[in-house]
């Protein structure tokens, strides 16, 4: 069998990634066996594929942090068999460091479109033991995507936007050295090595994440944010149909939510009956967020007089829910229970885009527009915190942001009032 010259996936799906005998390799995809297979006994990719698959079984608890993990630690795997040409649990310090710089500038034949199938299928409709399976020829270990801005300036310009340098976010990189020395954390404590190469790495600070966080880079303005409401509103006026539309974008905005906390997880489903009163008349709404954490949101009032009032009437429901209600938070317009959050997307990405029609036919600069084409479903949540920090405490947002830190929260959105900032040295004199 030829050794092996250029990567290739090696975990499927969550689902799938579940369904193995972790035992042996008997469950494996044959492509995968055989693509370990054939590189030399001396790399010892079986092992190392082991290993990183032992890794993964230990956060198969959560899917969002199985997908995370796996592209990273797939990636060093990789990277150990065809660029470094040693086994993985005997890499080094200078290897760690090596990798590192690898995927700040991975080469152009490492990098493809976002993919999400990793493997194809070969059958019939219906799914058959007896399906074969091939790798998807556009899969490639990083992926590299074109923001919704520069997607729409090139459709305008009829211009091809794919051949770019590939840059990693800090985030990432950040995440990508986290991985990777949890998983040599992971490898030490099962005795399959006694060295974590990236604990080792000296200058730590290049791979860790900074302390602020850009949110003024993906929060709407008040101007771009007065818009999209109104537009939302507009909407809803126009056709029915668009209510739920105006309902979860106020939502999502007055209560700095993720859009799980609308669409629900494996084991909570949102529903009316989780905005509950209490006794001084005080309004909230109970999540289960990430991490399973059970919490509480504090809900303004205009949010209850105004949107969630109206929405609810909208539904024939009585205008305030009462903490026993059953009634799903969101439905389909044929009434089934629930929507997924690529739904919840595209019809926010609807607002977005009639907002910026709005904002162009009326003569708005393209200084002040040109942002809105970049908005997605998330900013909201930093809009509104943004938004919400000069007039609130700073513990009471880090409490409705749920964020674990309090110097998160101040980092992020304390330290990023720009608008602020800027103001108070416009009119100071350089000359008295």
């Not at 065809?82 to 290897?95: C, Q, S, V």
Request: contains cysteine.
């Amino acid at each position: 069998m030829p050794i092996a010259k250029t990567p290739a996936p090696l975990f499927d799906t969550y689902r799938e990634f579940l369904a193995l005998n972790f035992l042996q390799l008997s469950e494996e995809r044959p492509l995968v066996r055989d693509y370990l297979t054939s590189f030399p006994a001396e790399l010892q990719a079986a092992e190392g594929y082991l290993a990183v698959r032992g890794f993964l079984k230990s956060y198969a608890g959560n899917e969002p942090t199985f997908n995370s993990y796996r592209t990273h630690v797939e990636r060093l795997l990789l990277w150990t068999l065809l660029i470094a040409r040693k086994p993985l649990l005997e890499l080094r310090r200078r290897d760690a460091e090596a990798f590192m710089e690898f995927c700040l500038r991975p080469p152009k034949d490492w990098v493809g479109p976002m993919v999400k199938s990793r493997f194809v299928r070969i059958g019939g409709r219906k799914k058959l033991e007896s399906d074969s399976y091939v790798v998807n020829e556009l899969w490639r270990p990083f992926s590299m995507t074109v923001s919704k801005r520069n997607r729409a300036l090139a459709e305008t310009a009829s211009q091809d936007v794919s051949e770019r340098l590939y840059k990693m976010s800090q985030g990432s990189v950040a995440q990508v050295f986290a991985v990777c020395g949890s998983f040599f954390q992971h490898a030490t404590d099962e005795g399959l090595t006694e060295v974590n190469p990236f604990r080792a790495v000296k200058q730590k600070s290049i791979y860790k994440q900074r302390n602020t966080l850009d949110v003024a880079g993906r929060s709407l303005t008040q101007l771009q944010w007065s818009y999209v409401i109104e537009t939302a509103e507009q909407m809803a006026d126009e056709d029915e149909g668009h209510e739920r539309t105006l309902f979860i974008l106020a939502t999502l905005f007055s209560m700095y939510l993720r859009v799980s906390d609308l669409v629900g997880r494996d084991n909570w489903e949102p529903t009316m009956g989780d905005f509950r009163r209490d006794t001084t008349g005080n309004w909230w709404f109970h999540v289960v967020g990430k991490g399973n954490k059970a919490a509480k949101i504090s809900v303004r009032d205009d949010y209850i007089q105004t949107y969630l009032t109206r929405y609810r009437r909208h539904l024939g429901l009585p205008a305030l829910p009462s903490s026993h209600e059953t009634q799903p938070l969101l439905s389909t317009l044929k009434g089934r229970a629930g929507l997924s959050d690529r739904h919840l997307r595209l019809l926010l990405q609807q607002v977005f885009d009639r907002s910026l029609q709005r904002m162009v036919a009326e003569g708005w600069s393209d200084d002040e527009v040109d942002h809105l084409r970049s908005a997605s479903l998330h900013w909201l949540r930093h809009t509104s915190a943004t938004f919400d920090a000069p007039h609130r405490d700073m513990k009471d947002l880090q409490a409705d942001l749920r964020h674990n830190s309090l110097s998160t929260t101040q980092n992020t959105y304390y330290n990023s009032l720009d608008e602020q900032r800027a103001h108070s040295v416009k009119n100071l004199r350089i000359k008295d």
